[in-house]
């Protein structure tokens, strides 16, 4: 399974950013997709997750109602839509692919594969 994240960047608070993960061809009806995201010094925190099973979409309480994961099954993508960026959205975010249990779902550890990242910096 190969992944690739894109489309971060240099926004002022308030905007919006679409990042993007390229995935390998399969990867949907195998596995569970996810966004986190680091801090340099910090561990790798969770953002959002749409599972393998039913398309359940799930966020972690600091970006929910302001992010949205979605997937473009023709084009092998998975989507994550930000808006009102806020400077503590400003992390390295990262696509991962895995089949955690849903206990698990927000762990890091339960994911197998990795984009390489993208930087979003939020400044004014």
């Known amino acids: 399974v190969q992944l690739q994240a894109s489309g971060g960047g240099l926004v002022q608070p308030g905007a919006s950013l679409r990042l993007s993960c390229s995935v390998s061809?399969?990867?949907?009806?195998?596995?569970?997709m996810a966004w986190f995201r680091q801090v340099s010094g910090k561990e790798r925190e969770f953002v959002a997750v749409?599972?393998?099973?039913?398309?359940?979409?799930f966020y972690a309480d600091s970006v929910k109602g302001r992010c949205t994961i979605s997937r473009d099954i023709a084009k092998n993508m998975v989507y994550l839509q930000m808006d009102s960026l806020k400077p503590e959205d400003t992390a390295v975010y990262f696509c991962?692919?895995?089949?955690?249990?849903?206990?698990?779902?927000?762990?890091?550890?339960?994911?197998?594969?990795w984009g390489q990242g993208t930087e979003v910096t939020v400044s004014s």
């Open positions: 749409r599972t393998l099973s039913g398309g359940r979409t």
């Open positions: 061809r399969g990867t949907f009806s195998t596995y569970t």
């Open positions: 991962a692919a895995g089949r955690p249990i849903l206990s698990s779902i927000t762990d890091a550890s339960a994911y197998y594969y």
